[in-house]
């Protein structure tokens, strides 16, 4: 049977990975300030562009920036008044975190061709509206466990893990060691 094609695939380019956002609906200044800080820390160093925080958190955002300041990179935590706002605005698709969801591996596809991902993450008490406006509702175990783990796995899944090193524009640096700890100042060139 003929198919009128030599046989042969060519490979598609690779598509560069999305643009990732992340939305933090819920967080609960002075309740969640420690959860928070860690899924916006996992953000950023897995790849994350940034994190909209719901209700914003002034102090938590300025701790943030120091961060990047130290360890480089272009992160940012932008507080937001209006959640839905952020979804409704969103470029690319809107990917909701919830045990609930539709397992990880089937959403993937869809996914990683976008150019712009919002994920978003909820605190203690989900809007139910979150559900209806997601494009997919999402678990990566459909198990209790961590807001971090479930947001650590979605972005190595869509992202890649990125290998170790510094970002651009830090002051400070990890020297890889066996054991032990130790960060060295970066000199700034001029």
Do not use: C
């Not at 992340?22 to 994350?48: C, E, I, N």
């Amino acid at each position: 049977m003929a198919t009128g094609s030599s046989g042969s695939r060519r490979k598609r380019p690779r598509n560069r990975p999305p643009r990732v956002s992340v939305l933090r609906v819920g967080h609960r200044a002075g309740r969640d300030p420690r959860l928070t800080t860690h899924l916006a820390l996992a953000a950023r160093a897995l790849g994350a562009e940034r994190m909209f925080l719901h209700p914003a958190d002034p102090d938590l955002s300025a701790r943030l920036a120091e961060v990047v300041a130290d360890w480089g990179g272009t992160f940012e935590v932008v507080g937001v008044p209006d959640w839905k706002s952020v979804v409704r605005a969103a470029p690319g698709p809107v990917v909701h975190l919830t045990m609930y969801g539709l397992p990880l591996d089937r959403v993937l596809p869809r996914i990683r061709g976008a150019s712009d991902l919002l994920v978003v993450v909820g605190g203690a008490k989900v809007p139910p509206d979150l559900y209806r406006l997601a494009d997919a509702n999402v678990a990566v175990s459909h198990q209790p466990h961590s807001e971090v783990a479930a947001l650590a796995v979605l972005l190595d899944r869509v992202l890649g893990v990125p290998g170790p090193g510094r970002l651009a524009g830090g002051r400070l640096a990890v020297v890889p060691r066996a054991r032990g700890k130790k960060v060295r100042e970066v000199r700034r060139s001029r």
